[in-house]
């Protein structure tokens, strides 16, 4: 399942009432809580890539792998998401790196 940003992904799982009676929740998207707000989460990387609209190049198959490249539009997407998160960054705002 593809949650957007702010949400995560539940599992379909049973839950008891009060009387005692079994229940089955489906599988949905739910909201992150306040402490997880800017995290993603596997299921938002699957979304944001399937609302992606830009094509990547093909890439030269590596020798002695036969996966046919399979994974290159979704590694190309990453790559290129984290450099413009990167990118945007204000550098000023938050250090970085701690110095001791």
């Known amino acids: 399942?593809?949650?957007k940003p702010g949400f995560y992904y539940v599992r379909k799982h049973f839950r008891n009432s009060t009387n005692g009676k079994?229940?089955?929740v489906e599988a949905h998207c739910?909201?992150?809580p306040?402490?997880?707000?800017n995290i993603l989460f596997a299921s938002n990387m699957?979304?944001?890539?399937?609302?992606?609209?830009?094509?990547?190049?093909?890439?030269?198959l590596i020798k002695g792998y036969n996966d046919?490249?399979?994974y290159d539009d979704i590694i190309q997407?990453?790559?290129n998401w984290k450099i413009q998160k990167v990118i945007s960054f204000n550098i000023g705002s938050t250090p970085l790196?701690?110095?001791?």
Request: hydrophobic fraction near 30%; charge should be positive.
């Open 1 to 3: 399942m593809k949650c």
């Open 22 to 24: 079994r229940h089955i």
């Open 30 to 32: 739910r909201k992150n």
């Open 34 to 37: 306040d402490s997880k707000r």
């Open 46 to 60: 699957n979304y944001l890539f399937d609302e992606n609209k830009k094509q990547f190049a093909k890439l030269k």
């Open 68 to 70: 046919k490249g399979q």
């Open 77 to 79: 997407f990453w790559l």
């Open 97 to 100: 790196f701690r110095t001791i």
